[in-house]
């Protein structure tokens, strides 16, 4: 995303987005997540509002998470976005090329095991009614690994702004490594058929690609998890 498309950005209502429905989020989502994250679908997808975000919308979390991951996750949270939730504002000048300014991401809080189950529990609840994510779509047809890593790397170019790898690719995007085991498959899959129908505004470009296509980058995503496991 070019700067010049956010020189007139200004102040987001981000906290009132929040407000919608705030009654039916359940009270530890509010306490320990609420500063942070839409748990109620936000009335607006404007450019101010995804500028100002600062984590990714969680209303839909129960349509995209695997729930036993969260748990461990929020005990002890790993970075999963190495760039934050929008790269421009955690980047500056290097010798060579752009890097991250680490000193600009603030650190997700720890949770005690028992809010993390409770906080676990409560985002599971939260799913979409639109129909968003296509059930069943995923159809777990293994990909061989070295078939997977060429869609990824060079056909679809999704490591550009992802890393399957650590310490290789995009650092602009969620690391993919541990996908598979943070994201439900089908959440994948349909996050990857069209970004901008699930989180509007995103910069992730929606691919010109087949269903077979899609079917193999997702699987070499959730196959990811099991082959770093093995490290």
Known sequence: MKPYLFAAIG??????????????????????????????????????????????????????????????????????????????????PGTKEDVVDESSLAPHPKLAREDAEAA???????????????????????VAMSMGAMYFNKLRGCAACHSAVPGKGGLSGPEMATAGKRLQPDFIYSYIKDPQKIDKGVWMPKLDISDADLQKLTSYIVQLSAKEDKK
Not at 121 to 128: E, I, P, S
């Open 11 to 92: 102040a987001s209502f981000f906290a009132t987005s929040l407000a919608v429905h705030a009654a039916d989020v359940p009270a530890v989502l509010q306490s320990k997540c609420a500063s942070c994250h839409a748990l109620t679908k936000p009335e607006s997808n404007s450019l101010d509002r995804l500028w100002e975000r600062k984590g990714p919308d969680l209303h839909y979390a129960g349509n995209k998470f695997n729930k036993e991951w969260l748990v461990e996750w929020l005990q002890d949270p790993a970075k999963i976005r190495p760039a934050g939730e929008f790269y421009r504002k955690h980047v500056k």
């Open 120 to 142: 676990a529990n409560a985002l599971m609840t939260l799913t979409d009614p639109d129909g968003l994510i296509e059930k069943g779509a995923f159809k777990d047809q293994k």
